[in-house]
C-alpha cells in the first residue's frame, strides 16, 4: 500500500510557475510507477505526466510536453511537477497517483493509490 499527499498547489499568474510535490509513505513506493493527473470544473479528470520507477522514463500529455516536468526522488520518497508558462486552461485540481504495474498507462483505471489532491489556479 502507498499513501500519497500532494502540496504546492496555489493562485499563480499565466505565464508563471508552479512545483507541486507528492509525498509518499509505504514501503513499495521506489517500486510504483507515478503519475499526476489533473481534473477541471466539469471535467473528467485527465492524465498530465508519468514517470518510471527508476525515473529515466517520463511520459506527458501534448498538451504540457516542454513546459511541465515530472521527476522523483526515491530516498525521499517524493515526486515532483514543476509546471512552467502555466495558463490559465492549467486551473484544476492536480492528483498525484501511483500504479503498481510498469508500462506507460495514461489510463485512471491502472492507478491503485491516489492523493487528495491540490489547487493550481491560473489567472489571465
Known amino acids: 500500500q502507498v499513501q500519497l499527499v500532494e502540496s504546492g498547489g496555489g493562485l499563480v499568474q499565466a505565464g508563471g510557475s508552479l512545483k507541486l510535490s507528492c509525498v509518499a509513505s509505504?514501503?513499495?513506493?521506489?517500486?510504483?510507477?507515478m503519475g499526476w493527473f489533473r481534473q477541471a470544473p466539469g471535467k473528467e479528470r485527465e492524465f498530465v505526466a508519468r514517470i518510471s520507477w527508476s525515473g529515466s522514463t517520463t511520459y506527458y500529455h501534448e498538451s504540457v510536453k516542454g513546459r511541465f516536468t515530472i521527476s522523483r526522488d526515491n530516498a525521499k520518497n517524493t515526486v515532483y511537477l514543476q509546471m512552467n508558462s502555466l495558463k490559465p486552461e492549467d486551473t484544476a485540481v492536480y492528483y498525484c497517483?501511483?500504479?503498481?504495474?510498469?508500462?506507460?498507462?495514461?489510463?485512471?483505471?491502472?492507478?491503485?493509490?491516489w492523493g487528495q489532491g491540490t489547487q493550481v489556479t491560473v489567472s489571465s
Open positions: 497517483a501511483g500504479d503498481p504495474s510498469p508500462g506507460l498507462s495514461t489510463d485512471i483505471r491502472d492507478y491503485d493509490y
Open positions: 509505504g514501503r513499495t513506493f521506489s517500486r510504483t510507477f
